[in-house]
């Protein structure tokens, strides 16, 4: 293993944060939720988001993207 990170000596990767993983999770369950019938309102109150942020959610295509620009604060920095 020492071997296989030696060749990544030095190398600074972007590693997501967790609470950035949960939220993209709930934004693919937000999306599915919608497309099987789920009104904005509805989904508004169970997930306790603002109807702008819910409407913008469910408007996005894909669903990994980051939804809020400038989110590079829930990345952490690992430097091997």
Same mark, same amino acid.
């Given at each position: !293993?020492? @071997?296989? *990170? ?6 600074? &990767?972007?590693?997501? +944060? *967790?609470? +950035?993983?949960?939220?993209? #999770?709930?934004?693919?369950? /937000? ?8 009104? $904005?309102?509805? #989904? $508004?109150? @169970? &997930? +306790? #988001?603002?109807?702008? !942020?819910?409407? *913008? /959610? $469910? ?16 990345? !952490?920095?690992?430097? #091997?």
């Amino acid at each position: !293993m020492a @071997r296989a *990170l030696s060749h990544h000596a030095g190398s600074t &990767y972007q590693i997501p +944060k *967790l609470d +950035k993983i949960l939220i993209q #999770l709930r934004n693919i369950k /937000i999306r599915q939720e919608f497309k099987q019938g789920a009104s $904005v309102q509805n #989904l $508004v109150r @169970r &997930y +306790k #988001l603002t109807r702008q !942020m819910t409407n *913008l /959610i $469910v408007t996005s295509e894909s669903d990994g993207a980051p939804i809020v620009v400038g989110d590079a604060h829930k990345q !952490m920095e690992l430097k #091997l």
